[in-house]
T-cell receptor
Framework: ETGVTQTPRHLVMGMTNKKSLKCEQHLGHNAMYWYKQSAKKPLELMFVYSLEERVENNSVPSRFSPECPNSSHLFLHLHTLQPEDSALYLC??????????????FGSGTQLSVL | GENVEQHPSTLSVQEGDSAVIKCTYSDSASNYFPWYKQELGKRPQLIIDIRSNVGEKKDQRIAVTLNKTAKHFSLHITETQPEDSAVYFCAASIVGGSARQLTFGSGTQLTVLP
């Protein structure tokens, strides 16, 4: 698959588990994002990596830990989550130029359920 | 910061009818307004966007209008088809800004009834 791919598509975990979400982009972009999508709520930006450096963290709880080893890969490490963390987690990428508005390219998401 | 409100949260229309989704924004500095479509189980995708130097933009059956004075913008879908059924998100940002500056609305679930 081309574009932005996310694995796994579905994940069920207990509150004491540790798991990781993976995202890979094949578009040559220089920025990657994690969004949280909950029902009836706006997309919430969690983390941004630009040129592999984390540039923004919107006060996300420390039980979510991002990792960006290179410009094509992005991880979200999860530990001791709460039931309210159940949501669709979307990865996205874009090409930041500082001149034009960058179009976001999304992955299909990981549907996370915390029991 | 910017706040984007979107209405309605759900919308059902008969196939062939028109659908209108409205968004309001709070920051008068915002001047870039994209719309994303997310079909069931699929990823959000950009379908159309508008900048504040124009009042309307069309692409086949979809159009977006912008009223900068009132700080609201709308998505219009004409001759709706079943494949238009999806969640639609509006967003606001600044021209030339980073995608990280996008503020999204809460989404509208559009259902086109056959």
């Amino acid at each position: 698959e081309t574009g932005v791919t996310q694995t796994p598509r579905h994940l069920v975990m207990g509150m004491t588990n540790k798991k990781s979400l993976k995202c890979e982009q094949h578009l040559g972009h220089n920025a990657m994002y994690w969004y949280k999508q909950s029902a009836k709520k706006p997309l919430e930006l969690m983390f941004v990596y630009s040129l592999e450096e984390r540039v923004e963290n919107n006060s996300v709880p420390s039980r979510f830990s991002p990792e960006c080893p290179n410009s094509s890969h992005l991880f979200l490490h999860l530990h001791t989550l709460q039931p309210e963390d159940s949501a669709l987690y979307l990865c996205a990428s874009s090409q930041e130029s500082g001149i034009t508005n960058e179009k976001l390219f999304f992955g299909s998401g990981t549907q996370l359920s915390v029991l | 910061g910017e706040n984007v409100e979107q209405h309605p949260s759900t919308l059902s229309v008969q196939e062939g009818d028109s659908a209108v989704i409205k968004c309001t924004y709070s920051d008068s500095a915002s001047n870039y307004f994209p719309w994303y479509k997310q079909e069931l189980g699929k990823r959000p995708q950009l379908i159309i966007d508008i900048r504040s130097n124009v009042g309307e933009k069309k692409d086949q059956r979809i159009a977006v209008t912008l009223n900068k004075t009132a700080k609201h913008f709308s998505l219009h879908i004409t001759e709706t088809q079943p494949e238009d059924s999806a969640v639609y998100f509006c967003a606001a940002s600044i021209v030339g800004g980073s995608a990280r500056q996008l503020t999204f609305g809460s989404g509208t679930q559009l259902t086109v009834l056959p």
